[in-house]
């Protein structure tokens, strides 16, 4: 699945880029069809796989943005890359510049000739078909909103910045907040009242509510309750959220809405490490919107649409 955005961004920031695609695996591989990577001079993200196979695909993909053009290409993974897992990855590589990004399709299934092959049919779904590749552009990413830039707002931002999933938007008080690097495709915003943002946030967002302040916290639960969202957690005990609640019931808000926010968050059978507290949020907010989890405590977790 091609992600658009990375693709956009990638090409605003470097100019002309090298998408890297697996086409189909045989045997033992260390990536699956349809992961990618983008390489652009002096960089690259993402991975199909790592070690030598990488390698080889990212020089592969310099020289296509040399001027060598798209091209297909099977690495069989035996001693001759000098690994062991005894498979074949087929790769595809595409240059891409603005021109090239803004001509394809928005969202659907996207299907083009293999470089070099002529005539042919195009799949009717995504995958090969005498000579020809489709596949989808993946949709885009869903909003998140995380407030907060303190140990578990870091742990929670640096686990889900590299999820294709999410489109992240990050908000504290002050610059000094943050840490001095921000995750690629990370959007931050320093408000001296956070809270004042709540109505400028998609109705359809997700939000993690992660602050030093617990009147901050207090007034972002009730600006967006005001507003409206997709899904919402709150850090903090049963014993906050008891008081939180008694709290939004005197601003106004009826109980069925209040109690869609999710509080605590996280996993308890994780622990409260913020990196264990991170990796049962984004554990939740990965499973489908009409799913539940029940964590540690016994309580379920659904995310709403």
Not at 118 to 130: D, F, K, V
Not at 219 to 243: N, V
Request: hydrophobic share 45%; with cysteine; aromatic share 6%.
């Amino acid at each position: 699945m091609l992600d658009r955005e990375a693709l956009d961004r990638a090409i605003a920031e470097h100019g002309r880029v090298a998408r890297v695609v697996i086409l189909e695996v045989r045997g033992s591989v260390p990536r699956g069809a349809g992961t990618e990577m983008l390489v652009w001079d002096g960089g690259q993200s993402g991975t199909i796989g790592g070690g030598r196979l990488e390698f080889d695909a990212a020089e592969a993909a310099r020289q296509a943005l040399d001027g060598g053009g798209d091209l297909a290409r099977v690495y069989p993974l035996g001693p001759a890359l000098g690994q062991c897992c005894g498979g074949s990855v087929r790769v595809l590589t595409e240059v891409f510049d603005a021109a090239r990004a803004g001509a394809l399709p928005q969202a659907g299934l996207w299907a083009r000739p293999l470089p070099g092959v002529t005539g042919g049919h195009a799949p009717a779904a995504e995958g090969l078909s005498h000579g020809w590749f489709a596949e989808y552009i993946a949709p885009a990413r869903r909003p998140l909103w995380v407030w907060g830039a303190g140990h578990v707002g870091r742990a929670v931002v640096h686990t889900m910045a590299p999820l294709p999933d999410f489109a992240i938007t990050w908000v504290d008080t002050a610059a000094s907040r943050f840490p001095d690097a921000i995750p690629e495709g990370v959007d931050q915003l320093i408000a001296a009242e956070p809270e004042r943002l709540a109505p400028h946030a998609p109705e359809t967002a997700m939000h993690l509510i992660l602050t030093y302040s617990h009147d901050l916290d207090l007034a972002l639960c009730h600006g967006l309750l005001t507003r409206g969202f997709g899904f919402c957690g709150l850090i903090g005990s049963a014993t906050k959220w008891a008081r939180f609640q008694k709290r939004l019931l005197t601003l106004g808000h009826a109980q069925d809405q209040i109690s869609r926010i999710t509080c605590p968050i996280g996993n308890p059978a994780l622990g409260k490490h913020p990196q264990a507290i991170a990796v049962g949020v984004a554990a939740a907010l990965l499973i489908s919107p009409n799913d539940q989890i029940t964590i540690g405590d016994g309580t379920q977790w659904a995310r709403h649409s």
